[in-house]
């Protein structure tokens, strides 16, 4: 019998506990360096050689031996040969053989084919050394990682074109409400599931179709499969069923407001999240429970993938005891966060008008005015 | 004569300055709901019809008239035909005629063709109003607002299937640094492009070959331009001076470390930014000046756009006056924050072992141990 089931809903502890029992990061796929972007490294990658591979000029400036410079001055400058005794160097030009320092163009005049040293430079002056960056066998990016920018240009300087990434979760949308309805839910989990790191494999509005569903929860080609409507108490809320008949439902009620009707389970391998159709409430649930599973299949943190930030509570934060409740809140001028017109009334609206979000744990009445809390931050 | 030039570099405040008056947020597009994923829109969408367009069941349960049900009690069960006087409906259905409440399953028992109303349900209970979550003419998004999840999920909602979004900046990456170095530039700033909302319009390798550099700077086709490299006092730095004949060098030399070569300035209406070759300083004058300018062309915020949070410093963290210094730090276990080996030494790899940086102001000659800082988080 599914936890949950028979009234009493699962603990959002308990939510967590099954998500990282039962779902596991995916394995590895080789990419190349320009389609990284984004992608979660699967295996440490260490430096092939050094970075620098070579002792080099750090900045624009004339390479030298710094035992010629001894005792140059303005008053008693020393003259060398260009290309022979001293060489002029860009940033990032390898030391010429016999050079140990890089003058600056404030300590070196160039004067056709000599230039004067006009200040005495120390050895390894302005010299970039081999290796100062990374060790040959250093690490470049760690396991885990999500690359970036920064990420991808020091991998592209260590001289590595591709390397082991996890592989995408491929989602499948299932779309079982009542027919007829618009749609709202299809768009927003696309761009939930691209955000947090999966592909859509496929999207199908199967309405009532029983059947249907049936066949689409056992169907090969999806390492998560989100199945939206349905997961209430009414006549026609066919999908906890359908799921406890075709694989495992193990979680169907959580104390999630918005979001109490929705389920976990998996077919064979594969994890199912049953998501209520009531807009707000899917967005909650998937934030709370489907996206975690999609971002541990992602080798993503698996928490909430929102900024946050402490916040003083302006007025009260009015919450039921035994349910995570989802609050909706305005940041004040002042930094403190005031409750808006929650989801109940005003469903997506709601959260697209609110500046974020307090999570308010199921011990608790609400936050006093005063609290201190973290508010998960919505918009960009 | 630049702002920069002649040994005096520019402040930041004045880079910012020239950014806002000389480069404007690109035109508006019609782009298709499910191509819409982070992109900014451009003029306010309101909605065309109430949303929901009728009042509807807000959860799944018996649609009735409320009077009908006065005086019900458990041991005064009132039967309603169904079909008729009570209907089944699932959240979302439409409230049918001569309804006005939906009693929950709680509150109504099924048996066959009849009901059992078994407590007196309010009118309007568990009906979500036709415009409750918005009224006709309603605001759905504001121009400026970058559509995530949410924004797509109430647009849908709301029955809107395309809208207008501000053209994404077309950008062209010209390498102009020495030839035969290690790229790490081009897949750097590839990906920072595209973290900013910009498009890639070409990336050309064009060493230290000026007439190329003179022909790219002016041909067509691009809505900001980036030339990496040259930008230094060496004899073969040719990017300020082709820049200056091609159209205008308004800026050369940032008060900025690293990136203290970078420039600005325009060809006709294109705003091009000079950027160093060294990676990190090449990163820190594209987030601080180049990257400023796409975010305003893509009609981003134009700060930088990471996380930031406040942290006390457990450390001194020095700098030089008359720079904004770019300072890696690490974030201990306790939340305060302290000095890690800086960019002149490890370059990139130091940013990639950072958790974050301060950003130290021209005024000041660093932040003293136990100052309040605001630390930009790194990674993800």
Request: proline share 7%; charged share 20%.
């Amino acid at each position: 019998m599914a936890e949950g089931s028979q009234g009493r809903r699962a603990g959002l502890a308990a939510v967590e506990a099954w998500i990282e029992r039962e779902v596991q990061r995916l394995g590895a796929e080789p990419v190349a360096l320009a389609q990284a972007q984004g992608r979660v490294v699967a295996a440490d990658v260490v430096a092939p050689a050094p970075l620098p591979p070579v002792d080099r000029a750090a900045l624009d400036g004339i390479a030298l031996g710094a035992a010629a410079t001894v005792g140059a001055g303005a008053y008693n400058p020393i003259t060398l040969r260009l290309g022979t005794e001293a060489h002029v160097v860009a940033a990032g030009d390898a030391l010429p053989a016999g050079t140990d320092a890089v003058a600056t163009l404030d300590q070196a005049q160039r004067t056709g084919a000599t230039c004067e040293i006009i200040e005495a430079v120390a050895p390894g002056s302005q010299v970039e050394r081999a290796g100062a960056q990374l060790a040959a066998g250093a690490l470049v990016v760690a396991a885990g990682r999500r690359l970036d920018a920064v990420g991808l240009g020091l991998l592209a300087a260590a001289g590595i074109a591709a390397l082991a990434v996890v592989c995408r979760p491929r989602v499948r949308i299932l779309l079982a409400g009542p027919p007829g309805t618009r749609d709202s839910d299809g768009p927003m989990l696309g761009a939930l599931v691209a955000r947090d790191g999966g592909t859509l494999e496929a999207i199908r509005m199967l309405g009532r179709d029983r059947a249907a569903l049936a066949r689409a929860l056992v169907a090969p080609g999806a390492d998560l499969v989100l199945v939206v409507g349905g997961t209430g108490p009414g006549a026609d809320d066919g999908a906890a069923a359908a799921l406890a008949q075709a694989g495992t439902l193990a979680i169907h009620g959580m104390a999630l407001r918005p979001g109490d009707t929705a389920g976990l389970g998996r077919v064979d391998s594969v994890p199912v999240a049953l998501l209520p159709g009531a807009p707000a409430a899917c967005l909650w649930a998937y934030e709370m429970a489907a996206g975690r599973a999609l971002r541990r299949l992602a080798g993503r943190p698996p928490g909430l993938p929102l900024p946050s930030r402490r916040a003083v509570t302006a007025r009260k934060l009015v919450s039921a005891i035994g349910l995570v409740e989802i609050c909706p809140v305005a940041l004040r001028a002042d930094g403190a966060v005031e409750p808006v017109a929650g989801f109940a009334e005003a469903g997506l609206a709601a959260a697209l008008r609110a500046d974020g979000i307090v999570i308010v744990p199921e011990g608790r009445e609400g936050h006093a005015q005063g609290s201190e809390v973290v508010v998960y931050l919505l918009g960009s």
